[in-house]
C-alpha cells in the first residue's frame, strides 16, 4: 500500500502545487517510486512536469481532476508506488450540502489520505480562511482516526521579521481546535525565487539548485513530517 498524502486549501495561490511537487521531488530523491496525482482541472502540476520534457522530473505526474479521485487513488496504490501525492483544487468548504465538483474533489482526496499538508500563507486574514477547511477534517477525522494534519506556514519573508516570528505561534492558535488533531510545523518555508524559477524549467529546486536555500528548506520540511510520523509509528 502507498502513503497517501493530500495536499489540500480551499484557499488558491498558498502554495499546493508548490509544496506537493516538491515534496513529491524530496521523496523521489530519497529512493521511493513515487506518483503526484494532478487533481486540479488547471493542471498547473502537469504543465509543470511537461517543462521537464524527456529527462522526466524523477516522478510520476498524471491528472485526475474528477471526484472519484479516491477511486484512482486505490487503483494506483496497487501498483506498488511508495508515495502518493495529490495536488488538490482551490475549493474544500466546509459546507456538506455543497455541490461545488472542486470541493467535492478535495473532500475525496482528503478521504483517501493518511496525511494532510495545509499549506497557509503568513497572514490572519489567510489563517481564518483556511480555518473553513477543519469543520470537513473533522468529519473525516471521524471515519479514520489515523490521519494526520500538518499545516505548513509558506510565504514568510526570509529573515527574521515581526509577521515571520510570529507566523508559527498564530497560526497553533488559530488552527487549534476540538476534534481535529492539527499539527503546525516549524519548518520554514519562506519566499524564494527559486521556488518560482524551478517550475520554468520543469525541475522542482532540489534539482533546480540541490544546494540552494529553497531546497534546504524543503528537505527540512520532508524530515520534518517523517520524524511526526515515525514518533506516531514508534508508539
Ligand atoms: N515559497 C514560495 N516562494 C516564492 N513563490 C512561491 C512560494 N510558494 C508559492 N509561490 C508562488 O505563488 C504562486 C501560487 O503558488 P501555487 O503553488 O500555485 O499555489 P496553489 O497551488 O495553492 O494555487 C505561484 O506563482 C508560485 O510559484
Ligand atoms: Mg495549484
Redesign the pocket.
Known amino acids: 500500500m502507498s502513503a497517501v498524502i493530500a495536499v489540500a ?1 480551499q ?9 506537493s511537487m516538491n515534496l513529491a521531488g524530496v521523496l523521489s530523491e530519497g529512493g521511493l517510486k513515487v506518483l503526484l496525482i494532478d487533481a ?1 482541472p488547471q493542471a ?1 502540476a502537469q504543465q509543470w512536469a511537461m517543462r521537464a520534457g524527456e529527462s522526466g522530473m524523477g516522478f510520476e505526474v498524471m491528472t485526475h481532476p474528477h471526484e472519484d479521485v479516491h477511486r484512482k487513488v486505490r487503483e494506483m496504490s496497487a501498483k506498488g508506488y511508495d508515495a502518493i501525492l495529490i ?1 488538490c483544487p ?1 475549493g474544500a468548504s466546509q459546507s456538506v450540502a455543497s455541490k461545488d465538483s472542486q470541493t467535492s474533489i478535495s473532500r475525496m482526496a482528503i478521504l483517501a489520505a493518511d496525511v494532510v499538508i495545509v ?1 497557509v500563507r503568513p497572514s490572519m486574514l489567510d489563517y481564518l480562511a483556511s480555518h473553513q477547511l477543519l469543520p470537513l477534517l473533522r468529519e473525516v477525522g471521524a471515519l479514520k482516526d489515523k490521519q494526520r494534519v500538518f499545516i505548513v506556514v ?2 514568510k519573508s526570509p529573515g527574521r521579521t515581526r509577521t515571520g516570528t510570529e507566523a508559527i505561534s498564530v497560526a497553533e492558535e488559530v488552527f487549534r481546535i476540538d476534534g481535529v488533531d492539527v499539527e503546525v510545523l516549524r519548518s520554514e ?5 527559486a ?2 524559477l524551478a ?1 520554468t524549467v520543469g525541475k522542482t529546486v532540489t534539482a533546480y539548485e540541490p544546494e540552494g536555500k ?1 531546497a534546504g528548506e524543503i528537505r527540512n520540511l520532508a524530515e520534518e513530517i517523517a520524524k511526526c510520523l515515525q514518533a506516531t509509528a514508534a508508539v
Not at 484557499?11 to 509544496?19: I, P, R, V
Not at 518555508?189 to 525565487?193: G, H, L, M, N, S
Open positions: 486549501n484557499k488558491g495561490g498558498c502554495g499546493k502545487t508548490t509544496l486540479d498547473s495536488d482551490p499549506p509558506n510565504g518555508v519562506t519566499t524564494r525565487q521556488f518560482v517550475p529553497a
